[in-house]
T-cell receptor
Framework: GQQLNQSPQSMFIQEGEDVSMNCTSSSIFNTWLWYKQDPGEGPVLLIALYKAGELTSNGRLTAQFGITRKDSFLNISASIPSDVGIYFCAGFPSSNTGKLIFGQGTTLQVKP | NAGVTQTPKFQVLKTGQSMTLQCAQDMNHEYMSWYRQDPGMGLRLIHYSVGAGITDQGEVPNGYNVSRSTTEDFPLRLLSAAPSQTSVYFC???????????FGSGTRLTVV
């Protein structure tokens, strides 16, 4: 089946550092999404990207839809302790009927 | 607004037992879905529904049944639980196929 490869699998950083994670696929995607999951909760949408090359910010978060439509990245600037959680990329492939595909997740830990 | 409500939050089953995970949404969303989340594997689609009376299989449907008798409710049934079904289950809903999904807070299921 279609897969999204997300990296890195985990990160342990110092408060104030910038963070970057990405997602790649062998298939073309129409939409890229980035979610954050806090412990014991469901994923919450952070950013949605709809066009190749699109760069979108949400506060300290910035995400881009790759030109090839096969990748996306998420950057978090000046990390704070509440950024801790699991970040998932997800997307709607161009080839299916709208089923959302998830990456494996990036676990972020921030040291105060 | 309640959004997507899942019950129960936690459940322990013995192998072979059956149970139903409940999911309800109050946003009048047509599209509803069930995912399971396992460590290192992201979220995988089990079943989905594009409207009342219509259901279809996702990536990992074996061992699970669903029905959609109303727009609001989308229960997930395990007919004979197996240890491999130990996971965290998330229900989600959206306005339609390919639209952004809102997730419930999850049900943590352990099968012993």
């Amino acid at each position: 089946g279609q897969q999204l490869n997300q990296s890195p699998q985990s990160m342990f950083i110092q408060e104030g550092e910038d963070v970057s994670m990405n997602c790649t696929s062998s298939s073309i995607f129409n939409t890229w999404l980035w979610y954050k999951q806090d412990p014991g909760e469901g994923p919450v949408l952070l950013i949605a990207l709809y066009k190749a090359g699109e760069l979108t910010s949400n506060g300290r978060l910035t995400a881009q839809f790759g030109i090839t439509r096969k990748d996306s990245f998420l950057n978090i600037s000046a990390s704070i302790p509440s950024d801790v959680g699991i970040y998932f990329c997800a997307g709607f492939p161009s080839s299916n009927t709208g089923k959302l595909i998830f990456g494996q997740g990036t676990t972020l830990q921030v040291k105060p | 607004n309640a959004g997507v409500t899942q019950t129960p939050k936690f459940q322990v089953l013995k192998t072979g037992q059956s149970m139903t995970l409940q999911c309800a949404q109050d946003m009048n969303h047509e599209y509803m879905s069930w995912y399971r989340q396992d460590p290192g594997m992201g979220l995988r689609l089990i079943h989905y529904s594009v409207g009342a009376g219509i259901t279809d299989q996702g990536e990992v449907p074996n061992g699970y049944n669903v029905s959609r008798s109303t727009t609001e409710d989308f229960p997930l049934r395990l007919l004979s639980a197996a240890p491999s079904q130990t996971s965290v289950y998330f229900c989600a809903s959206s306005a339609g196929t390919g639209s952004l999904e809102t997730f419930g807070s999850g049900t943590r299921l352990t099968v012993v």
